[in-house]
Structure formats: C-alpha cells, structure tokens
C-alpha cells in the first residue's frame, strides 16, 4: 500500500514565526501535492510539484512556499505564520503516467497559529 | 480557473436507502472526475472516478454518471450502510497530474 505520512498531525505556532509542514511517500511517486481544509471550502490547492526541484503554484500560493529537494519529499513552508493561515493541511502524491490518477493523501496536519 | 459546485452540504437518508450527491464544474476542458471518502481523523480516499469518455462507472454499490454537455457529475450510493457515513469530495481536472479543484464536500449521515 502506498503510505504518505506527514511529520505532524497537530501544531501550535505562534504569529510571525517560520514553519515547517514535512510530507513523505514511500512508493516513487513523482507528483506531490499540498491542500488546504476549511469547514464549508473544502479542499484548495497550495502548491505542486512534478519533480525534485520542480514547483507550480496552485490556487492559494500566497503566503507559503514548498521545497522539494528530494523525490520523496515535500516541504510546505509558511514564511511567517499569520492566524488566517490556521487550518488542516493534507499532502498527497501520485504516481504520474500509467493511466492512473489517483492522489494518495496523508492523514494531515491541523495547524493552529495563536 | 475550474470551479466546481457540490449539493446538498448535508444529507441524511435511512440505511438501505440510496444517496445522490451532484456537482457541476466550469471548465470544459476538464476531463477527470474523481471523488473522494473522507472519514473523520483520516485524510481523503479515492472511491470512483470517471473520464469525459465514459458516461457512467460503477463499482459495486458506487456508480458515478458524467454529463459532458450540462457539465455535471453524480454520486450515487445504493443499500446505504453505517460505513457509508463520511465527508465526500468531488473534484475536477484538466490533467491527471496536475492538481485537483474539489467541491466544499457532502457530509452523509446514515440514519440507523
């Protein structure tokens, strides 16, 4: 089965400092995704990545920025953290090719910024 | 950008009884339609998905229909179980690989 764990699955930071959201899949994977969850938004993507150095920004990139230095894993990182940005955060990676598109997603990160 | 409208936010149906969850997108060059099971603590999964070839899927007690032309996708679960209780997702894209816009989600409250 494929696995992607997320370091975290509850953090408490404070506004203004930098933080760090780590993702790992273990199955080769060469798409790798970061979402965010908000009661009644559903899920809106971040950012992207299709290869090691690779990134595109999705729908909500302000405020963030990802590091993928290895294919294994995606770093979501939030500059300086601000309480609008408390939320869940879900990673999620897909195989790419191979007529097959489903996304594996974590099991998320729910983030409170006080 | 894709939007991707979801209905009802809420249902409730009777077990046994079956369960539709529409959703419309925008973008006509979309052409991957997958939804999604969210349990509570867990992060989504993949339960069906369709392409813009295919008019209608089914897996069991799970079946997806896609109209290309109205632009709308339905779930539909039948002899509805107490497993069945979940968020669902729907979500549209152009490109198998790129990201994903979902809906706001469907909470299915099986009713014993």
């Known amino acids: 089965d494929v696995k992607v764990t997320q370091s975290s699955r509850y953090l408490v930071k404070r506004t203004g400092e930098k933080v760090f959201l780590e993702c790992v899949q273990d199955m080769d994977h060469e798409n790798m995704f970061w979402y965010r969850q908000d009661p009644g938004l559903g899920l809106r993507l971040i950012y992207f990545s299709y290869d090691v150095k690779m990134k595109e920004k999705g729908d909500i990139p302000e405020g963030y920025s990802v590091s993928r230095e290895k294919k294994e894993r995606f770093s979501l990182i939030l500059e300086s953290a601000s309480t609008n940005q408390t939320s869940m955060y879900l990673c999620?990676?897909?195989?790419?090719?191979?007529?097959?598109?489903?996304?594996?997603f974590g099991p998320g990160t729910r983030l409170t910024v006080t | 950008g894709e939007n991707v409208e979801q209905h009802p936010s809420t249902l409730s149906v009777q077990e046994g009884d079956s369960a539709v969850i529409k959703c419309t997108y925008s973008?006509?060059?979309?052409?991957?339609f997958p939804w999604y099971k969210q349990e509570l603590g867990k992060g989504p999964q993949l339960i069906i998905d369709i392409r813009s070839n295919v008019g209608e899927k089914k897996d069991q007690r799970i079946a997806v229909t896609l109209n290309k032309t109205a632009k709308h996708f339905s779930l539909h679960i039948t002899e509805t179980q107490p497993e069945d209780s979940a968020v669902y997702f729907c979500a549209a894209s152009a490109g198998g690989a790129d990201g994903l816009t979902f809906g706001k989600g469907t909470h299915l409250i099986i009713q014993p």
């Open positions: 973008d006509s060059a979309s052409n991957y």
């Open positions: 999620a990676s897909l195989r790419g090719g191979g007529g097959s598109y489903e996304q594996y």
